[in-house]
Structure formats: C-alpha cells, structure tokens
C-alpha cells in the first residue's frame, strides 16, 4: 500500500474498482455498495472515512459499536454488527446498531425482538450462513435457512431481513473461495422463489479485502473493507 495515500483516496480506488468489476460482470456500476469495516482502528481514521462521504461502518464486537455510537455522537456514522453475536449483548445492538449482518439462530433473533420491542425500534438484517466447512466460522447451516426465515417472518416482526452473509472459506484456491460466495447467490435465489412474506432478499454480503473480486463476480451488493481503506490493524481501537 502507498505510504502516502490517504482513506480517502482508498476509498476512491476501491469504488472505481467495485464499479469496474460490477460491470464486468454484467451489473451497473454503484450496484456494490462499499462497508468500510472498522474494528480496532481508531476514532481518527473514522473521522476520516466519514470526511470522505462513507456513513456505515462494520465492527466485530458490541460493546465497540456502543462505545463508538456515543465517541462519535457527533457524526451521520451508523453501526453495522458483523460478528458473532451473543444473545446477551443483544441490548447494545437492539440500542446502537443500525444493522446486524450475522443474524445466525433463532434465539439470538428472539433475544433481538424482546430488546427492539423495549426501544421501541427496528432493525434491518441479514442472515449469516456458512458456505464453507471450516470449524471456526459461524453461520446457518444452509439446510436450515428457509425454516429460519419462516421462523424470523412469524416470531420477530422487529427484525426486518434484507439479504445474506457468508465469508468464504480461507484457501489460496481461488475456486473453493468462489464456491462459497456461489453458494450464498445460490441459496438466495432458491429462497427468492419461497416467496416468504415480509422476506427480502435483495442484499448479499460477500467479499473482503483479499476476495472481493471474486465476491462481485459471483453477484455480491455489499463488499466488506478494512485493511485495504484503513491500513495494518494496530489492534488498539479507541
């Protein structure tokens, strides 16, 4: 990475980039959104993206998007929930979060509901599931993804689902990398055809910075960025 670049000018590359590759594949370009993830970067490099025109922002952990939601109170920055979530941070996400991507099981969903009903607020989601066999990722099994979305549509009203998430298996292969964003695009599609009521699934969450060329050309919305708009993680957040 250039010593001398800046988020922004990251920033700039990596839309010229997303437009190139959407087209490529047969998609206009702005049809990839860009999700600067920032866990462990610091309140300044935020600031900075948000200079540069980006509102979202991806983080790992809830108590980092509580504490950021109130550092940076100042600012149109929204929270984005991408990691494993335990039931018993639900109250930080339900509070501070406008979005959680790795809704993955139905007592997480039902911990989400009863904490937006005491907000008196929604939240949009999306369903995590696992598209690769390694044990460390999280994520719905894919045989039990269209009795979950039964299951969110009739339980938590609350939770509005927008798409899916996966993240791809971690293989210097690109074709088993490219299998598992298939997969997702695959499992939507199948899905889309259920029809279930109060079900969108228009967004599909796929690819980060070392993949997500692959990711678009298997149909992914929505890229998730850190390293490659933020620089070398100095796993030192705030």
């Keep these: ?5 800046t ?3 990251r920033i700039a590359h990596i839309r010229k980039r997303l437009d190139a590759l959407a087209v490529e594949a047969g998609r206009p370009p702005g049809s990839v959104a860009l999700l600067p993830v920032s866990k462990t970067f610091g309140e300044a490099a935020v600031r900075e993206a948000l200079a540069a025109g980006m509102t979202r922002f991806g983080e790992n ?3 980092d998007i509580r504490d950021r939601a109130a550092a940076l109170a100042d600012t149109p920055a929204q929270w984005v929930m991408i990691g494993h979530l335990q039931t018993n941070k639900a109250r930080d996400i339900a509070r501070h979060a406008s979005e959680i991507q790795s809704l993955d099981r139905p007592d997480l969903a039902m911990a989400l509901e009863r904490r937006l009903q005491a907000e008196d607020r929604g939240l949009d989601a999306l369903v995590q599931v696992k598209t690769s066999n390694e044990p460390g990722k999280s994520g719905l099994d894919p045989a039990e993804l269209e009795d979950f979305l039964r299951f969110v549509a009739r339980e938590t009203p609350r939770l509005r689902v927008r798409g899916l998430m996966t993240l791809a298996v971690n293989d210097t292969d690109p074709r088993a990398v490219r299998a598992c964003f298939r997969r997702l695009r695959e499992l939507r599609d199948a899905m889309q ?4 009521p109060g079900i969108r699934l228009e967004r599909l969450s ?5 993949d997500y060329a692959l990711a678009v050309a298997e149909g992914s919305t929505e890229v998730r960025i850190g390293s490659a708009i933020f620089g070398d993680r100095s796993y030192n957040p705030m």
């Design 206 to 210: 796929m690819g980060m910075s070392g």
């Design 7 to 9: 988020i922004a000018t």
């Design 1 to 5: 990475m250039n010593a001398v670049s």
């Design 193 to 196: 055809e259920k029809a279930i």
């Design 61 to 63: 952990k809830a108590q």
